[in-house]
C-alpha cells in the first residue's frame, strides 16, 4: 500500500523559511519521480515541484528561486524547502508519488502572515 506523509507545515511570517517532508512508503521510492503539489484556500490544487529519481529539479515559475525540492532515497524521504515566503505561499502542501496527483498524502498546511 503507498504512504505518503507530510510535516512541517506552521504558521510563518513572510520573507522566512520552512522545510515540508513527506516519509515514503509502499513502493520504491528511490525509482519513483515524485512530486510537491499545493492548494491555496479556494483555489485548485497546482503543481510547485518535481524531482526526478536522480535528483534532477523542475519547478513552478512563481516559486522558482526560493523553493528547493530535494529527496533522501536511502530514508525514502522527500523535502521541500521554502525561503522567502509570500502570503500567496498559504496552502496546503501534499507530496504526490509520480505525476498522478491524486496518489497524494494527506498535506500540511502552510500559513504565511504578513
Known amino acids: 500500500e503507498v504512504r505518503l506523509v507530510e510535516s512541517g507545515g506552521g504558521l510563518v511570517e513572510a520573507g522566512e523559511s520552512l522545510r515540508l517532508s513527506c516519509a515514503a512508503s509502499?513502493?520504491?521510492?528511490?525509482?519513483?519521480?515524485m512530486t510537491w503539489i499545493r492548494q491555496p484556500p479556494g483555489k485548485a490544487l497546482e503543481r510547485v515541484a518535481n524531482?526526478?529519481?536522480?535528483?534532477?529539479?523542475f519547478y513552478a515559475e512563481d516559486v522558482k528561486g526560493r523553493f528547493t525540492v530535494s529527496r533522501d532515497n536511502a530514508k525514502s524521504m522527500l523535502y521541500l524547502h521554502l525561503s522567502s515566503v509570500k502570503t500567496e505561499d498559504t496552502a496546503m502542501y501534499y507530496c504526490?508519488?509520480?505525476?498522478?496527483?491524486?496518489?497524494r498524502g494527506k498535506g500540511t498546511q502552510v500559513t504565511v502572515s504578513s
Open positions: 504526490v508519488k509520480g505525476t498522478n496527483w491524486a496518489d
Open positions: 509502499g513502493f520504491t521510492f528511490g525509482a519513483t519521480y
Open positions: 524531482i526526478s529519481p536522480s535528483g534532477n529539479q
